[in-house]
């Protein structure tokens, strides 16, 4: 049997030792009723069948096609030394480092994590890592309603992802809490909306930049504004344009969060991503999730630990913060290695390579008769177009001969049907927009 | 060993690609841009390489050391599992491509693998339907606690609490209560649940039961079938918490043994690797009358033989992530589940519990084991006596990492003193167990003659015992702290 190294003898003699004679007097303890009354699997096959039949299914997936889908989520080059050095199995066959002394690299890779992510957006401190984005935003409004102790109303901003507004809906249902969401403006954030809903009553507010129409803001006046109620500030990112964008440190948000997608995890069919989580000083005790701290060994050397562990739920059970405890440790790693190898240069050089050709396919695309901009104002690497037609049919037809031109909104927001959301990223290249703008013109022709 | 931020050099170039010679201020207002670069480590990409690797020489993992963390079930990580998660026709897959009209057929593949992963997980388990999409063992909790809620909402019920044993893994209480239920614990009795505490505490307002089978000392729940009739008879939910399936596969199927709602945790059983802390898998299984309440999307086959996303069932309990789930787990469990099949999975169960038995069995003369009888895949043992002048688990613990072992879970569960909880996965060969096993008599004989070189433990590692008090007091978080 794979991975079962016993040998028959040594089977034998470890049933002896155990005093029982065969395989099935340790299992004594279930009782007949409860015993299969199927298991109809298949037959184990060799390695090599098992890689033939993945490979077969891989290639059923077609992935040979120019993309501009976005919708926060993009398609980044990774540089190879992230792959080799996540692949050592120092690292990824180990568990969660419950035993410092033995894990001393994990706990120093998750402590740099944290510097790194603290100084790209300007928090005071952060975690290990949650799920993914929108858990990341669940969890950071629920700092918000522990804080502000009794308040039950959440203000979310309708260009907000929706893919994770659905989820805070889902997550919410039994918690007694009052979801206002505050409607965009011809895809923008609705910052005075937000600041007329956000009350003494409420216990968090969200936003997202560059929003998920791509527009970029400065929420300083919301988070102002918060502050002055008493309310939680939540400012969700995009991290690869923190190396350029005003940081929500900068804006004075109490949380930042963000999906990390964007440094160093391909897009794997939707995960393993990584959620990140970010908070002001006052806030730390509230943060979910592993913390590492450093601090000395009995001969003053330096070293980290897990630290503030009374908050988890190994220890304080219903009353935690969180339920969480496996988190995306090793897509963490990922995300510093990939920040590491491009430095700040790199990834300010990345973000602009980004901004240059989405606004050459802007200009390139509301050139085409019909097709102009959703919204007016700045942007980053993504923007959102009104077509003379239905975005559905046109990504259809274009999908068809290879090009997927974007992801069509009407599939989140109603009336906006004919809205196209481009991505660029620093793979694509002029003439891949070149040729994506030459089909679409024809096909509106 | 110093930092990344440590080693940096200003100006020193990384992986700078000369993309292009643009600025983001040609494109934002100065506004909106960061007022400063941001403080990220300048390194030449062998330096980076270096870093890591020399990290990664600080570290135990299953491939360097015996790890036999209780409930953890770090079994080896077949190495041709990575190879299949990084086919390119999978990590450049971008989720959205399968919720395009148009693109559908260029998902058929991972569609696949979720549909019959999905089947596969149904008859190991004997559920009806599951879910992939919950992304860790606590994540599936939470989202088996929303369906229970869920059931009874749609019936009407007025039911607000959750029965949680006091073995329980400290994720189930918090789990029901973020699903909103109050949590009551019920003491257990010879180390499983006591029949008699669990119908005290059983009344119409108890929504569900999370139990742990075999439970967090590796002891089987044995009053199980009596146990199932009384929360069925209140109309309450059994819920099952799949850390310690690697004891039963082939053995029992949950749902036949009347659970109506499981959890996997794809990182242990399935052979996943763990990462350091994650990312895990955490599917969960339903029976017949809870699979409207699943989360959506749902991937169903056409009669065309064709994968499709279904999002219409209106009493699901919504999106619990963002697509479907942690997709490369997933195929990694997905192919060893192909390569173990039934009987491989059995053959799993089984050398999983001789071994732990095994182990039970060599040190019941030496270490105290309160619960000592035939155990499942874990037992626990316990520091106490006199004999050991002293010395706790803690310190065996340590001592064991000096010899090059990992330590067992230690302190947990709570309900056992100077708890040491040992699991040591049936991919371990005798000559690895009986040197640990040696290494751990060793140790505790040692205790009689030199408990210091014990309490002094470790000393072979690039650190000595941390300090955690001062960690928890001083609070540096980040290598910008500690300055004030």
Redesign the interface.
């Given at each position: 049997m794979p991975y079962v190294p016993h040998t028959e003898e040594e089977t034998k003699q470890m049933l002896k030792t155990v005093g029982v004679t065969s395989m099935d007097e340790l299992f004594a303890d279930i009782p007949p009723e409860l015993r299969p009354k199927s298991f109809d699997l298949p037959k184990g096959l060799s390695e090599m069948e098992v890689m033939a039949r993945m490979e077969r299914l891989a290639a059923r997936n077609k992935v040979d096609v120019v993309s501009f889908l976005g919708a926060g989520f993009y398609d980044h080059h990774i540089p190879a030394a992230v792959d080799a050095l996540i692949s050592r199995g120092e690292f990824y066959t180990a568990y969660t480092p419950y035993q410092p002394e033995a894990s001393q690299g994990t706990l120093q890779a998750i402590f740099e994590f944290q510097t790194a992510i603290c100084r790209l957006l300007d928090m005071d401190c952060t975690n290990a890592s949650v799920y993914d984005g929108g858990s990341a935003i669940f969890e950071a409004m629920m700092m918000g309603v522990r804080a502000s102790k009794k308040r039950r109303k959440l203000v979310i901003s309708e260009a907000l992802s929706p893919i994770y507004r659905i989820m805070l809906s889902s997550y919410t249902s039994n918690l007694n809490l009052e979801l206002v969401t505050v409607p965009h403006k011809q895809g923008q954030t609705d910052i005075k909306g937000l600041m007329d809903a956000v009350d003494t009553d409420t216990a968090a507010v969200v936003v997202q930049n560059p929003n998920f129409f791509g527009q970029v803001n400065d929420f300083t006046k919301l988070c102002d504004h918060a502050r002055s109620v008493k309310a939680t500030s939540v400012v969700s990112v995009y991290p690869l344009m923190q190396s350029v964008l005003k940081t929500p440190g900068e804006m004075g948000a109490d949380v930042a969060v963000a999906e990390a997608q964007s440094l160093g995890q391909p897009l794997s069919f939707g995960g393993p991503y990584l959620g990140i989580m970010a908070c002001t000083k006052k806030m730390v005790r509230q943060l979910p999730g592993r913390i590492v701290g450093r601090t000395v060994d009995s001969q003053d050397r330096t070293g980290y630990v897990l630290t503030l562990q009374a908050r988890e739920q190994h220890i304080r059970r219903q009353k935690a913060t969180s339920n969480i405890c496996s988190n995306q440790a090793l897509c963490a790693l990922r995300t510093l290695v990939h920040m590491s190898l491009l430095g700040p240069g790199g990834l300010e050089q990345t973000a602009a390579r980004c901004m240059e050709l989405a606004h050459f396919a802007a200009k390139r695309l509301t050139a085409i008769p019909g097709v102009e901009m959703y919204s007016e104002g700045p942007f980053c690497n993504e923007f959102a177009l009104k077509l003379p037609v239905s975005a559905y049919d046109v990504v259809d037809a274009l999908t068809e001969r290879g090009y997927v031109p974007g992801f069509p909104l009407g599939r989140y927001y109603d009336g906006l049907e004919n809205c196209l959301l481009v991505a660029c990223t620093e793979k694509h290249t002029r003439e891949d927009i070149g040729i994506m703008a030459e089909m679409l013109g024809g096909l509106l022709k | 060993?110093r930092?990344?931020?440590e080693k940096s050099t200003p100006c020193?170039?990384?992986?700078?690609?000369?993309?292009?010679t643009?600025?983001?201020?040609?494109?934002?207002?100065a506004?909106?841009?960061?007022?400063s670069?941001?403080?990220?480590?300048?390194?030449g990409?062998l330096d980076?390489?270096r870093?890591?690797?020399r990290?990664?020489?600080?570290?135990?993992?299953?491939?360097?050391?015996f790890?036999p963390?209780g409930s953890?079930t770090?079994?080896?990580?077949?190495k041709?599992t990575?190879?299949?998660?990084?086919?390119?026709?999978?990590?450049?897959?971008?989720?959205?491509?399968?919720?395009?009209?148009?693109?559908g057929?260029?998902?058929?593949?991972?569609l696949?693998?979720m549909y019959d992963m999905e089947s596969?997980l149904c008859?190991?388990t004997?559920m009806a339907g599951y879910t992939l999409h919950p992304?860790?063992?606590?994540?599936g909790?939470?989202t088996g606690a929303?369906i229970i809620?869920a059931y009874h909402k749609s019936k009407g019920n007025k039911k607000t609490k959750i029965i949680c044993p006091d073995s329980a893994?400290?994720?189930n209480?918090?789990?029901?209560?973020?699903?909103?239920?109050d949590?009551v614990?019920i003491e257990s009795k010879d180390g499983i649940v006591d029949p008699e505490a669990l119908r005290a505490a059983l009344d119409d307002e108890v929504a569900g039961v999370m139990l742990t089978c075999p439970n967090t000392l590796g002891?089987?729940e044995?009053h199980?079938?009596e146990i199932v009739k009384m929360i069925h008879d209140v109309d309450a939910l059994l819920y099952y918490d799949g850390a310690n399936m690697n004891a039963?596969m082939?053995?029992?199927?949950v749902g036949?043994?009347g659970f109506d709602v499981v959890h996997w945790?794809l990182?242990k059983t399935l052979?996943t690797?763990?990462?350091?802390?994650?990312?895990?898998s955490g599917p969960v299984g339903v029976c017949e009358k809870l699979v409207p309440f699943l989360?959506i999307s749902r991937v169903k086959k056409l009669e065309d033989g064709r994968y499709v996303l279904d999002y219409d069932h209106p009493q699901s309990?919504?999106?619990?992530?963002?697509?479907?789930?942690?997709?490369?787990?997933m195929?990694k469990a997905y192919?060893y589940?192909?390569?173990?099949?039934?009987?491989?999975?059995?053959?799993?169960s089984?050398?999983a519990?001789?071994?732990a038995?095994?182990m039970?069995?060599?040190l019941e003369d030496v270490l105290e084991i309160p619960y000592n009888r035939?155990c499942?895949h874990e037992f626990v043992a316990s520091a106490v006596g006199e004999k050991l002048n002293g010395v706790r688990a803690l310190d065996i613990?340590?001592a064991l990492?000096d010899k090059g072992h990992?330590?067992p879970?230690i302190y947990?569960p709570l309900i056992v003193k100077e708890c040491m909880m040992m699991e040591p996965t049936?991919?371990?060969?005798?000559d690895t167990l009986d040197g640990f096993l040696d290494d751990l008599i060793e140790i505790v004989k040692r205790a009689e003659t030199d408990p210091d070189s014990i309490k002094a433990a470790?000393v072979t590692?690039?650190?000595?015992?941390?300090?955690?008090t001062?960690?928890?007091r001083?609070?540096?978080?980040?290598?910008?702290?500690?300055c004030e």
């Open positions: - | 060993m930092t990344l931020f020193r170039k990384g992986m700078c690609n000369n993309l292009t643009s600025k983001a201020a040609d494109y934002l207002p506004e909106m841009m960061r007022g670069r941001v403080r990220l480590p300048e390194l990409e980076v390489v870093h890591f690797t990290l990664s020489k600080r570290n135990f993992g299953v491939d360097g050391n790890y963390l953890c770090m079994k080896y990580n077949p041709f990575e190879n299949v998660a990084a086919l390119p026709g999978f990590t450049r897959l971008h989720p959205l491509a399968a919720q395009l009209k148009g693109a057929h260029f998902t058929q593949g991972a696949e693998v596969l008859e190991i004997g992304m860790a063992g606590a994540h909790e939470l929303m809620a893994h400290g994720t209480p918090a789990s029901a209560a973020l699903a909103g239920f949590v614990t002891l089987f044995s199980l079938p039963i082939g053995k029992m199927r036949d043994a945790n990182h052979g690797p763990h990462g350091g802390g994650g990312p895990g989360p309990i919504g999106y619990m992530a963002p697509f479907y789930g942690n997709f490369g787990v195929l192919a589940v192909l390569r173990l099949g039934g009987e491989g999975l059995t053959r799993a089984e050398n519990v001789l071994s038995n095994y039970r069995k060599r035939i499942m613990a340590k990492l990992h330590a879970t947990f049936e991919t371990e060969c005798k470790p590692l690039p650190v000595t015992r941390l300090d955690e001062k960690a928890a001083d609070m540096v978080l980040t290598d910008d702290c500690g």
